[in-house]
T-cell receptor, first 114, second 113 residues
Framework: DAKTTQPTSMDCAEGRAANLPCNHSTISGNEYVYWYRQIHSQGPQYIIHGLKNNETNEMASLIITEDRKSSTLILPHATLRDTAVYYCIVIGVGTQGGSEKLVFGKGTKLTVNP | DTGVSQNPRHKITKRGQNVTFRCDPISEHNRLYWYRQTLGQGPEFLTYFQNEAQLEKSRLLSDRFSAERPKGSFSTLEIQRTEQGDSAMYLC???????????FGPGTRLTVT
């Protein structure tokens, strides 16, 4: 699975958009980009995933560049409850016999300030 | 609440003792994963099951660790002869093979004294 690079930490003001970048320059054609977050003392929470098109759900939007070498997770109106560690994970999905296990890096610690 | 439950939530044990953790996944999910997380690090994959079959184990899973999922529903993770280095959060996740998002439980925090 491709390696990802994320900033160690970011700050955002409450009510503003939080834009979290992720580099995955070695991503291959069958690999998806997944985002999870982990609020302190809880298990990770799935946010969103995509292959090459931009995606949006009730939690966030995912923008993937045309060359697929990087992506940005957007929380449109950050709240204090969005303070968490955000993990960008690249994973091959649907490969025969694959476990599709998640390989977590250290993620980005997002702090939303009042 | 994701629907994945883990028990106990906290466990303190003395070095050398055996411990067992239980995970109850979302009922229709046929995949179940175990991860371990130490302070300041992201979770690390330990093992996974599809139905009752254990299909992959990490090198992190020493022979003191054993996991089972006997009827393809709940799973147990046992650590024998615990060591201080086993102190960590043990996380369970489940997914449906046709949809790849994993849903995590709250974890079991193990402290070995």
């Amino acid at each position: 699975d491709a390696k990802t690079t994320q900033p160690t930490s970011m700050d955002c003001a409450e009510g503003r958009a939080a834009n979290l970048p992720c580099n995955h320059s070695t991503i291959s054609g069958n690999e998806y980009v997944y985002w999870y977050r982990q609020i302190h003392s809880q298990g990770p929470q799935y946010i969103i995933h995509g292959l090459k098109n931009n995606e949006t759900n009730e939690m966030a939007s995912l923008i993937i560049t045309e060359d697929r070498k990087s992506s940005t997770l957007i929380l449109p109106h950050a709240t204090l409850r969005d303070t968490a560690v955000y993990y960008c994970i690249v994973i091959g999905v649907g490969t025969q016999g694959g476990s599709e296990k998640l390989v977590f890096g250290k993620g980005t610690k997002l702090t939303v300030n009042p | 609440d994701t629907g994945v439950s883990q028990n106990p939530r906290h466990k303190i044990t003395k070095r050398g003792q055996n411990v067992t953790f239980r995970c109850d996944p979302i009922s229709e999910h046929n995949r179940l994963y175990w991860y371990r997380q130490t302070l300041g690090q992201g979770p690390e994959f330990l093992t996974y099951f599809q139905n009752e079959a254990q299909l992959e184990k990490s090198r992190l899973l020493s022979d003191r660790f054993s996991a089972e999922r006997p009827k393809g529903s709940f799973s147990t993770l046992e650590i024998q002869r615990t060591e201080q280095g086993d102190s960590a959060m043990y996380l369970c996740a489940s997914s449906w093979v046709a949809k790849h998002e994993q849903y995590f439980g709250p974890g079991t925090r193990l402290t070995v004294t």
